[in-house]
């Protein structure tokens, strides 16, 4: 049992190259989350996705890109990454409305 | 929107002591979860406790939706207890989740 799974867990990459961050999971969960983890700013919600094709944004969505074409799967991308957006990525999903949520390893990102 | 807020935002026990987290949350909330990051950034699920009481082992935890809030209680506290606590509510009628800003907890042997 996978459950929920993200990569690359670290990377490295410089301003204005677009990177893509993954996220997969195998529980067929509905809900989809996308966070990022700042010191001083705990977990903030980037995206959301509450079905395949169905995406919303959440408190910091500026500078990032999501889909949502196959149900385990949730893949963020930053178009032209920006040295702000170094910070640690979390994945997490949750079956349906109001159920536990789960959420995957993290990915360390490093903008230069 | 929503608003979660933790106390106390740090925290440092002896070993084998018992400590109390509280979180306060704005609004009616039909999910609310509490969460350990572990000192290697690892989130873990602690409780799934929208309304009442629930317990595992030495930790347990209360949630009182009338008066939006939910309590965390270690009991005898040990050094892996370490790291941040985080509560994490979902308001009524809502899918988003949305985080408090956390109580770091440190335990000395």
């Known amino acids: 049992d996978a459950g929920i799974t993200q990569s690359p867990r670290y990377k490295i990459t410089e301003t204005g190259r677009q990177v893509t961050l993954m996220c997969h999971q195998t529980?067929?969960?509905?809900?989809m989350f996308w966070y990022r983890q700042d010191l001083g700013h705990g977990l903030r919600l980037i995206y959301y996705?509450?079905?395949?094709?169905?995406?919303d944004k959440g408190e910091v969505p500026d500078g990032y890109v999501v889909s949502r074409s196959k149900t385990e799967n949730f893949p963020l991308t930053l178009e032209s990454a920006t040295r702000s957006q170094t910070s640690v990525y979390f994945c997490?999903?949750?079956?349906?409305?109001?159920?536990?949520?789960?959420f995957g390893p993290g990915t360390r990102l490093l903008v230069l | 929107g929503i608003q979660v807020e933790q106390s106390p935002p740090d925290l440092i026990l002896q070993e084998g002591a018992n400590s109390t987290l509280r979180c306060n949350f704005s609004?009616?909330?039909?999910?609310l979860q509490w969460f350990h990051q572990n000192p290697w950034g690892q989130l873990i699920n602690l409780f799934y406790?929208?309304?009442g009481t629930k317990q595992n082992g030495r930790l347990s935890a209360t949630t009182v939706a009338t008066e939006r809030y939910s309590l965390l209680y270690i009991s005898s506290s040990q050094t892996t207890d370490s790291g941040v606590y985080f509560c994490?509510?979902?308001?009524?009628?809502?899918?988003?989740?949305?985080f408090g800003a956390g109580t770091r907890l440190f335990v000395k042997a």
């Open positions: 994490a509510v979902q308001n009524t009628g809502g899918f988003k989740t949305i």
């Open positions: 609004d009616s909330v039909n999910n």
């Open positions: 997490a999903s949750r079956k349906g409305g109001a159920e536990t949520q789960y």
């Open positions: 996705s509450a079905a395949a094709d169905i995406t």
């Open positions: 406790i929208p309304s």
């Open positions: 529980w067929s969960h509905s809900y």
